[in-house]
């Protein structure tokens, strides 16, 4: 952890703090404090010119011609794009605006790249006449400092559509290379000082595709509704990278994770400060010979909404490739990739070579491109696709394993590598499964930050989360003998009391800091203990944080599922023994945690999987006192407008459970705002790193090893937002939108795990890293989310044809057969049919369906371990197993271990 952050303190303050009001701990900010003695060299007292497009009216200040105002011409007056309500406290130097630029240049001869920025040092531009389309123009020079380049600024009504253009002249006698070229955009994502109503009515989140000339940026709501600001290449301005802007002085926080800049060019960037990492594109600069004038342009239109999205990029002539199912691409399972444009494709080419194979299939009848990307070198893969204008496309892939051998990858990682057995530990934890730092390849038995080393909250119980949920997808009997132990000997009564007045509370964490009394030598010296993080015992042993019991719950159900469902694999307890555990700490965290149990929990959902099997095995009154507790929970986020708050201002995993208990007890408008919410932070693009991942920018500091504010990379929020996502689709399974989000968010849990098994707490973002963290953190979170929620979806698509996500699809004649590629074969949609079929224990191999006669045919997995195959299916398919079959009052069938194949025949 690098302590000198200046931001540091501010960020672990507010994790303690009670947040779900307003956002006011930035309001006395050092940085503020310090600008409020510097000159003002914005210029907002010289007014600005107002003009109205087609969609978007802005504001230019007269005296730097930058934005201030961006706002929409139809729908809320007082939304504004910009970070408006911030603008007199940003009118000093070096903070960036809607219209600046950042460049590096390097004169022919010169060996060392210079920098210059329009904000940097801010004078007042020169102004230039305005024409028919140009709505003010200046010559920036003057606020570029000594740059040896003339620059011109434009802003264009061009067709109705809004146009940032910047022209570059070289009026010496010297060739200048142009090595670096990034236009600010710093919309408004700062939610400094507001409560969850005014952040989701006023703020934004952006997300970009980083393309090349076919890339964007999207902007969008919080509340994901409305329209969706699109930024577009227009001229000479392909997406080559995406920077954040940590010269600008705003303060990063829990409550604003910064602003970024679109790269043009990052060639100077990649041989300086991001020197020795591998970007998403190559990094590329442009020359300008002498008295030569290049010009770079953005356009700004909107996307009716996010789901209209493509639909506006084909309508403005832009490059659109959608992925199915995406773009991590398991070694056994290719995806495919469908691509529309105006322009015809000229080439297609792999870097690395051989990383992928490509093979062309018949294009579909609406004109798209049609492809098959196979994996063929685990690791990161790029496509670039040049069209016959030049136009060039670059699409981002991850390949992995397959789904099965990533799971029993990492579930051997777990078990033996992050294994921690220690008869001598003073802490109790032992035996467990305990964090591990991958760069330096040695678990972590201190930190500073008590829960990391301490088995419990996110970055302390991920681990041992991630091995005991691998279970439910393959269960191994020897990780499993291992896991008995953890769960008997240190989950259940150390990080969980089993006596007393606080029996079934869940601890803070097991490991502390308290020198005094404890033997001399136990705390190692190279670490700075004086941090708030650096908890004493009283603080590590509280059980008031709600956030700890789901995990703890997660485990004993699966310690029920395993001991009832499977053969001679847990038989230490009974299996209604390990559901009443599961109930009991549901319950106790409502008791023992009841500030943050009112708001929606990390892995929630495991709450309503205990009530379904309560209900399933006849213990009504413990279903109806968990049921009873639930739905006051419910109705208290049905009376609140945005229902997602938590220990942080703003939260991304939540939803989870807050859109599944709102859709048990039918308030459907809170499932509606809930949804659209994840929509908004969730996207989906041609880049396997953005592609489902859910937003979340501040969990480096509490469950990583770099600590810094930044986009993560599927953090365990995007599997976990997936459960609500695909549960949705389910509902409405026309909505192809939905199932890519979900289905990328599912797989998210899988993209960054390591050739050996190794899951990181997520991947960094920015382009001085590219990589995945180093410490496993709280990444078994968003595993829960993959292990009981992945699933195989079988659509036929009205333009893409038959598809399988998760699948290996043949299409022959009148059957469609699907080979199912899950880690545990026992989730399966078939669209057409609204058809779900789940298997508690067994695997299915293949389902045949046939386009006639609508039959369904299963082929079964037999296991040694599974006495019973145990298949659900939901009443609402109309499908019921043909032959003598016996199914209880839920629609489960317990199957002969000798069934080898099933017939499904539809009755109504």
């Known amino acids: 952890m690098n302590l000198k952050n200046n931001y540091y303190i501010l960020i672990t303050l507010l994790y303690i703090l009670p947040t779900n009001s307003a956002f006011s701990q930035q ?10 003695s510097q000159p003002a060299t914005l ?11 087609a969609q978007l009216k802005i504001k230019v200040l007269n005296h730097s011609q930058t934005l201030s105002a961006f706002q929409q011409v139809h729908g809320d007056a007082a939304f ?9 406290k940003r009118d000093r130097n070096n903070f960036f605006h809607i219209g600046d630029i950042n460049v590096s240049l390097k004169r022919q001869g010169e060996t060392h790249w210079s920098y210059y920025s329009s904000a940097k040092d801010r004078k007042r531009v020169i102004e230039l006449p305005p024409s028919k389309t140009i709505l003010a123009a200046a010559d920036i020079t003057p606020t570029l400092g000594d740059i040896p380049l003339k620059v011109k600024r434009s802003w264009e009504n061009v067709g109705g559509d809004l146009i940032l253009k910047f022209q570059l002249t070289n009026p010496t006698g010297q060739a200048i290379e142009i090595g670096s070229l990034g236009i600010p955009l710093p919309f408004n994502n700062n939610m400094d000082w507001k409560n969850l109503n005014q952040a989701h009515a006023q703020n934004v989140f952006f997300d970009p595709y980083i393309g090349k000339d076919a890339g964007y940026l999207q902007v969008n709501h919080l509340h994901g509704n409305g329209p969706s600001l699109l930024v577009l290449p227009y001229g000479n301005a392909g997406f080559e990278a995406y920077s954040p802007l940590l010269d600008d002085p705003t303060p990063r926080s829990i409550t604003f994770e910064g602003f970024h800049e679109w790269m043009i060019h990052s060639k100077a960037l990649a041989e300086t400060a991001w020197k020795g990492v591998e970007q998403w594109n190559t990094p590329t600069s442009t020359l300008l010979k002498p008295n030569e004038s290049k010009t770079f342009a953005l356009k700004f ?12 990029l084909l309508k403005n002539n832009r490059p659109v490739a959608i992925g199915a199912p995406g773009y991590v691409v398991p070694l056994d399972n290719p995806v495919k990739l469908f691509i529309k444009h105006n322009r015809a494709i000229k080439n297609i080419a792999v870097y690395p070579e051989g990383a992928l194979s490509i093979r062309k299939l018949k294009d579909t ?9 196979k994996g063929q070198q685990w690791g990161r893969a790029r496509l670039t696709i040049t069209y016959q204008d030049g136009t060039e496309q670059t699409i981002q892939y991850k390949v992995i394993k397959s789904e099965k051998d990533v799971v029993n990858d990492l579930g051997n990682f777990l078990t033996t590598t992050q294994w921690y057995e220690n008869d001598k530990d003073l802490f109790g934890r032992s035996p467990s499964v305990i964090t591990y730092d991958y760069e330096e390849k040695k678990l972590v038995t201190q930190e500073q930050r008590a829960w990391y080393a301490g088995l419990s909250d996110e970055a302390g119980a991920a681990s041992w989360l991630a091995a005991i949920m691998k279970q439910v997808l393959q269960p191994n009997p020897a990780e499993i003998s291992k896991l008995k132990r953890f769960v008997n000997e240190t989950m259940y009564g150390h990080i969980q009391h089993r006596e007393g007045s606080q029996k079934y509370g869940v601890v803070k964490s097991l490991f502390y800091y308290e020198p005094d009394t404890m033997p001399a030598g136990t705390y190692r010296t190279d670490i700075n203990w004086k941090t708030w993080s650096a908890w004493p015992k009283k603080e590590a042993d509280n059980i008031g944080r709600s956030y700890n019991y789901p995990h703890v719950a997660a485990a004993h159900w699966v310690m029920y599922r395993l001991a009832r469902n499977y053969r001679n ?18 319950m106790a965290m409502i008791e023992k945690a009841p500030y943050y149990a009112q708001f929606g929990q990390m892995e929630g959902s495991i709450f309503l999987l205990v009530l379904q099997d309560l209900r399933r095995e006849g213990f009504t009154d413990q279903a109806n006192q968990l049921e009873d507790v639930m739905r006051k929970r419910a109705e208290h986020w049905k009376s609140l407008a945005y229902p997602f708050g938590s220990e942080m201002p703003w939260d991304s995993t939540g939803q989870e459970e807050v859109y599944l208990w709102s859709r048990y007890f039918g308030f459907d408008d809170k499932t509606r705002v809930t949804l659209n919410a994840i929509l908004a932070y969730m996207p989906t693009v041609p880049h396997w790193g953005y592609n489902g991942s859910a937003r979340r920018y501040w969990d480096f500091v509490y469950g990583g090893k770099l600590s810094r504010i930044e986009r993560q990379l599927h953090h365990y929020g995007s599997a976990l937002n997936a459960i609500p996502v695909l549960t949705e689709y389910r509902d409405h399974p026309d909505d192809f939108y939905l199932l890519r989000v979900g289905h990328a968010g599912m797989m998210g849990a899988l993209a960054n795990v390591t050739a050996d098994g190794f899951g990181p707490a997520a991947f960094h973002s920015y382009p001085s890293t590219l990589a995945n963290d180093g410490i496993s953190g709280d990444y078994g979170t968003g595993f829960y989310g993959y292990a009981v ?41 078939l669209a057409k049919e609204n058809l779900w079929l789940t298997t508690d224990a067994g695997e299915i191999e293949t389902l045949t369906y046939n386009k006639k006669d609508k039959s369904v045919i299963l082929k079964l ?14 009443p609402a398919s109309g499908y019921e197993i043909e032959g003598p079959q016996k199914k209880d009052k839920f629609n489960q069938y317990e199957l002969s271990p000798s069934t080898s194949t099933l017939i499904l025949r539809k009755t109504k």
Do not use: C
């Open 365 to 373: 009848p609406q004109q798209w491109h049609h492809y098959e990307v």
């Open 301 to 312: 239109v909107l996307a009716p909404s996010i789901k209209e999205i493509e639909n506006t």
């Open 43 to 53: 210029g907002i007292d010289q007014g600005s010119k107002s003009f109205a497009l």
């Open 80 to 88: 504004d794009y910009t970070p408006v309500e911030m603008l007199a």
């Open 789 to 829: 929620n992945s699933g195989t979806y079988i659509i036929e698509h009205p333009e893409f044809g038959w598809l399988a996500f998760s699948g290996n699809l043949k299409e022959d004649k009148d059957h469609i057969e699907v080979a199912i590629k899950t880690a545990s074969k026992s989730r399966i949609f």
């Open 569 to 586: 694999l847990v038989q230490e307890e009974s299996w209604d023994t390990y559901l009443d555990r599961a109930f009991q700490t549901s």
């Open 861 to 874: 997995n037999q296991s040694a371990l599974v006495p019973h195959v145990l298949l659900n299916i939901n």
């Open 27 to 36: 309001e006395e900010h050092p940085v503020w404090k310090a600008t409020k």
